[in-house]
């Protein structure tokens, strides 16, 4: 593949590098590039977005890439770009910006904040982060860190059944929104779990796991989860099933709990679920096989929807070792992504129309990618992720940053560059392409958020 990378507005010259296919000076490369090009241009890419992050945005949470501005979720910052961007930099030997961004982290993160915060964000973008960065640096203080962070969001597991409320105050511990879901519930086990064993106090691991099996407990006779429950009485609020945003990473962490833990409980419950989920959740059509939506009591269809959150589902068939139905699912990401030039939030799989037309750069369509070659070792794979990479550089980029689209169709920038952006998207299309002594895939298991856990216990 030989293609120029252009930026969607001007940027200064000495960034038209960081396409995939544009080598230092600028010129086209006789042939088409070779991997380690490839992470080199995504290394550079990185750079300029961090180095975005640093000049206007520097002690937020994140760089508004469009206004040259910053963005914090609350009343203080908690550094969500730096943090989940640590260990990307490692991963990618940047030593000089890992080491500002240590300093701010250990300088200015504190959790004693009296104003409540989302549970499930704060776990896998914060807490997350936190326990990778002590793995791969190795300063306790990152896990001093970590620790106190757990403790303040152990209050918010009170409840009768066990699963968490969505939100509590890091300070004072009060609790609110007691409608949930799944994904919320049911992301928080490598994080609470990996806090425990690094920690030796057992309270998160348990904790963490009573609320998968309490969530797990509730499922439908015929094996399904719906999209939100009360966490006070148990009772399902919305029983529509899916694989998208709000259930999705439940089914993600059941398969990883198991892989890094080996609890066998979990493992029955992935077992279980994984068998509800592909017998009514597939769907067939000329376009492609998707998983779609359908009531978790009858398993009748109920919408023909799939987006760019529902793309994770395509690794972890591949992790869970169902390699063909995952490739039969990438091929449909990648028709979803090509069609637009870019993947939309969500399209209807029968008509291919959008239904939510936006992309904020998303990484869950690369991140199968990378599994499903890393696994299978098929180069289609990795074509697929070079397509990708090349049309988010293409339409994405820009002067500051990144910039996420307020459309698909018609490419109009969005002025936000989200945290994940540096987690997620550039650390997992870097690693495509990266040599495979970059990080040992098998030795580690990303949580949702891409942060590398390893098995560093007994």
């Given at each position: 593949?030989?293609?120029?990378?252009?930026?969607?507005?001007?940027?200064?010259?000495?960034?038209?590098?960081?396409?995939?296919?544009?080598?230092?000076?600028?010129?086209?490369?006789?042939?088409?590039?070779?991997?380690?090009?490839?992470?080199?241009?995504?290394?550079?890419?990185?750079?300029?977005?961090?180095?975005?992050?640093?000049?206007?945005?520097?002690?937020?949470?994140?760089?508004?890439?469009?206004?040259?501005?910053?963005?914090?979720?609350?009343?203080?910052?908690?550094?969500?770009?730096?943090?989940?961007?640590?260990?990307?930099?490692?991963?990618?030997?940047?030593?000089?910006?890992?080491?500002?961004?240590?300093?701010?982290?250990?300088?200015?993160?504190?959790?004693?904040?009296?104003?409540?915060?989302?549970?499930?964000?704060?776990?896998?973008?914060?807490?997350?982060?936190?326990?990778?960065?002590?793995?791969?640096?190795?300063?306790?203080?990152?896990?001093?860190?970590?620790?106190?962070?757990?403790?303040?969001?152990?209050?918010?597991?009170?409840?009768?059944?066990?699963?968490?409320?969505?939100?509590?105050?890091?300070?004072?511990?009060?609790?609110?929104?007691?409608?949930?879901?799944?994904?919320?519930?049911?992301?928080?086990?490598?994080?609470?779990?990996?806090?425990?064993?690094?920690?030796?106090?057992?309270?998160?691991?348990?904790?963490?796991?009573?609320?998968?099996?309490?969530?797990?407990?509730?499922?439908?006779?015929?094996?399904?989860?719906?999209?939100?429950?009360?966490?006070?009485?148990?009772?399902?609020?919305?029983?529509?099933?899916?694989?998208?945003?709000?259930?999705?990473?439940?089914?993600?962490?059941?398969?990883?709990?198991?892989?890094?833990?080996?609890?066998?409980?979990?493992?029955?419950?992935?077992?279980?679920?994984?068998?509800?989920?592909?017998?009514?959740?597939?769907?067939?059509?000329?376009?492609?096989?998707?998983y779609g939506h359908a009531n978790m009591d009858s398993g009748e269809r109920t919408l023909t929807h799939f987006g760019a959150l529902d793309a994770f589902?395509?690794?972890?068939?591949?992790?869970?070792?169902?390699?063909?139905?995952?490739?039969?699912?990438?091929?449909?990401?990648?028709?979803?992504?090509?069609?637009?030039?870019?993947?939309?939030?969500?399209?209807?799989?029968?008509?291919?129309?959008?239904?939510?037309?936006?992309?904020?750069?998303?990484?869950?369509?690369?991140?199968?990618?990378?599994?499903?070659?890393?696994?299978?070792?098929?180069?289609?794979?990795?074509?697929?992720?070079?397509?990708?990479?090349?049309?988010?550089?293409?339409?994405?980029?820009?002067?500051?940053?990144?910039?996420?689209?307020?459309?698909?169709?018609?490419?109009?920038?969005?002025?936000?560059?989200?945290?994940?952006?540096?987690?997620?998207?550039?650390?997992?299309?870097?690693?495509?392409?990266?040599?495979?002594?970059?990080?040992?895939?098998?030795?580690?298991?990303?949580?949702?958020?891409?942060?590398?856990?390893?098995?560093?216990?007994?």
């Amino acid at each position: 593949m030989n293609m120029r990378i252009h930026f969607a507005r001007p940027v200064a010259a000495a960034l038209l590098c960081a396409g995939l296919s544009v080598c230092l000076a600028g010129r086209l490369p006789a042939q088409a590039p070779s991997s380690a090009e490839e992470a080199a241009a995504i290394r550079r890419a990185f750079l300029h977005a961090w180095n975005g992050y640093e000049r206007y945005a520097w002690g937020h949470d994140e760089l508004l890439p469009l206004s040259r501005g910053h963005k914090d979720w609350y009343p203080a910052s908690f550094l969500m770009t730096p943090v989940d961007a640590f260990d990307t930099m490692l991963l990618m030997g940047l030593t000089d910006e890992a080491t500002r961004a240590k300093t701010l982290i250990l300088d200015s993160l504190s959790f004693d904040r009296d104003f409540p915060v989302q549970v499930f964000e704060i776990t896998i973008r914060l807490l997350g982060g936190l326990i990778s960065a002590y793995q791969m640096d190795g300063d306790p203080r990152f896990l001093a860190l970590a620790r106190d962070l757990g403790a303040r969001l152990l209050p918010a597991f009170r409840s009768r059944t066990g699963m968490p409320y969505r939100f509590v105050n890091l300070r004072t511990g009060a609790v609110s929104g007691p409608v949930s879901n799944p994904a919320e519930i049911g992301t928080l086990m490598l994080e609470f779990g990996t806090l425990s064993k690094l920690t030796g106090d057992q309270r998160y691991y348990d904790t963490a796991k009573r609320a998968v099996v309490a969530l797990f407990q509730r499922r439908s006779r015929i094996g399904l989860v719906g999209s939100t429950i009360d966490v006070r009485t148990g009772a399902w609020v919305d029983k529509d099933s899916h694989v998208s945003g709000g259930i999705d990473s439940y089914y993600e962490y059941l398969l990883k709990s198991w892989l890094l833990f080996r609890d066998p409980d979990f493992g029955r419950m992935w077992d279980s679920s994984i068998a509800a989920v592909n017998r009514y959740l597939p769907d067939d059509r000329p376009t492609g096989l998707w998983y779609g939506h359908a009531n978790m009591d009858s398993g009748e269809r109920t919408l023909t929807h799939f987006g760019a959150l529902d793309a994770f589902f395509a690794a972890v068939l591949a992790k869970s070792g169902d390699t063909v139905r995952a490739g039969r699912l990438m091929q449909s990401i990648y028709r979803m992504w090509t069609t637009f030039g870019i993947e939309p939030e969500e399209l209807d799989y029968v008509t291919m129309q959008p239904v939510a037309a936006g992309y904020v750069l998303r990484p869950e369509a690369i991140e199968s990618a990378y599994y499903l070659y890393r696994i299978t070792g098929d180069r289609r794979y990795r074509e697929m992720g070079r397509g990708m990479v090349d049309s988010l550089f293409r339409y994405c980029g820009a002067e500051t940053g990144f910039a996420a689209l307020g459309s698909v169709v018609t490419k109009e920038p969005r002025d936000q560059m989200e945290s994940f952006f540096l987690a997620e998207t550039l650390k997992y299309a870097y690693l495509l392409f990266a040599p495979s002594a970059a990080l040992d895939f098998d030795a580690v298991v990303f949580n949702t958020e891409a942060h590398p856990i390893r098995r560093t216990w007994r």
